[in-house]
């Protein structure tokens, strides 16, 4: 091997490793390992502009921006009122197979955020066991199409750099049809086995809200009592912080005095409450905006506020917004609000300002869960028309009549002409961190093909696996891809794999495919850690889960899962196509 070859495994090899360690952090870790490379010339500027303008990259940006619009039709909405029947069986169905037909032209994300509300919502049925299995079948359905989900579009984009020929529309279809009607089997005979248990109202104990008491408040010098904060609806003075002190548990005795932080858990719609005592200011009217419209956010695990200090994070500068009130799921929170450090997975409400739909970081920080979302007032006709032609574009493709890239490219052009979608909705929601990381993961696979590490990969394999069937070294890759799935975001994975895969197929001297597909079903596996995909990690908050509940359910399912994959990759891609 080479310097160079060496330098390249060491990225690859220091790329894994932080993103298992900095699990929301794979943009910068990404860009980090775009730079290492590049710099000392393991990829020359010709080969890195043509990994930026990958066909397959540019029509994976290009449908997460056709799915911006279809967001914003009420198809979802009007399924999921359909869905809540009375009889839980029939209810379960409905909710699994509309979920499994949305996910297979849909973003995950978006049919999870839609459904969380219906479900939760829902008083006849046990909730929990609806949520966690809808969200499992929403991952597993995004695997019917080669659009479904956005790990599909990754893979085809590294096999189109590395010179194979594209996927299909419908390519992914065969195995996953059968994997979806096996799991959805197997997970209807444990329909029974999560918690029945109905969901608190609000998490109302997990709650965090802070007011100060300003110096000429006639609270000051006033028992707990004698202010009359002891007993207030829905919220519970839990603490006194006093000159860096705290006070905790608070006695109804307790005399206040100016620059106090009062700490309540409890509701954030009962801050009303608190607003009719004078001199008690909430923490986002010290920062200047008004408690009157409130909004539910969650912290995605790719967010720069993930690890950050709430009065470090420059909140309201970069939002238009201010903290009211925080909750962590499984935790209670103690302290002052600006010393709370957030983390993926916690739930803030915000009061927000003007501007706060106008920014263009919304996306890449939060799923707005209540309250403050876009404006969309879509007649009829246009709502039809934009699905019609979503369902025209995607038809024209799997038909052979265009490419998938330039039936995006009329659709979003139409829409865009028409005023349908506005070039601050684009600015606003293009994901350029997820074009990054595939950028990046296309430099390195040509980098480990330049420096000569993806032919030594290929000797190596042939020598370690020269007895070794087919057969295991797929499951091989289908476990080492699971595992590392489970630590790292499915869209790195598939990105950090594909590589592996192919190596791994030239190695012993059988049909790519098989592997292409092991890491594309491998990657989507994210059954058992709540942590390891957003969607997982907004039906923990939702359904108020437990981690033996993933570790009940979702382990039992990643490995049925495997094994299922396992068995029917090869009967539809061949190791040895005639």
Known sequence: MTIMSWWVLSVFIGTLLALARWQGSAVRIFGLALMFLYVP???????????????GLLTLILLICAAFVLEKTFLLQRAAAWMLAQDFERCWWRVMLSCIASSAFLNNTAIVSIMLGPLRSVTYHPARRLILPMTYVVSI????????????????????????????????????AVVVVVTLFWL?????????QPLTAESIEHYLVESRLEFDSPLVGKTVT???????????????????????????????????LLLFSGEPASLGLLARFNGLVSYAQRHGL????????????????????????DFRARFDAAVVAIRRNGETLSGTMGE???????????????????????????IIIRGARPAVTIKPLTEWLMIGGFVLAIMLSALGISSLFKSM???????LISGTLTLNELRRRLPLGLWLIVMSALVMAKAMDASGLMKVITEMMKTLLVDTSPQLALIGMLLATWMVTEVVTNNATAAMMTPLALALAQGIDVSPLPFVFAVAFGSSCSFVNPYSYQTNLMALN????????????????????????AVVIPLFFPFFPS
């Open 141 to 176: 359905g995004g695997m019917l199409t080669l659009v479904g989900t956005s790990t599909n579009l990754i893979i085809n984009s590294m096999i189109i750099e590395a010179g194979l020929p594209s996927l299909h529309l419908l390519d992914f279809t065969p195995v996953a």
């Open 188 to 196: 209807w005979c444990r329909r029974y086995q999560l918690p029945a």
């Open 542 to 565: 939702a359904g108020e889960y437990r981690l033996v509940d993933f570790l009940r359910l979702g382990l039992p399912l990643a490995l049925f899962y495997l094994a299922v994959v």
């Open 41 to 55: 010339g393991a990829i020359s500027s010709e080969a890195l502009l043509a990994c930026a303008a990958n066909n």
């Open 226 to 260: 004698q202010a009359g904060l002891r007993h207030l609806q829905r919220l519970f003075l839990v603490e006194i912080i006093r000159t860096g002190q705290k006070i905790c548990p608070v006695s109804p005795h307790e005399r206040l005095e100016a620059d106090d």
């Open 290 to 313: 008004k408690a009157d419209e409130l909004t539910e956010v969650l912290i995605l695990p790719e967010s720069s506020l993930c690890g950050t200090r709430l009065k470090d994070s």
């Open 340 to 366: 709370q450090v957030l983390c993926c997975g916690d739930f803030l409400v915000i009061a927000t300002g003007r501007d706060f739909l106008g920014r263009a970081n919304l996306a890449k920080n939060f």
């Open 409 to 415: 490219v009329c659709y979003l052009g139409i829409l």
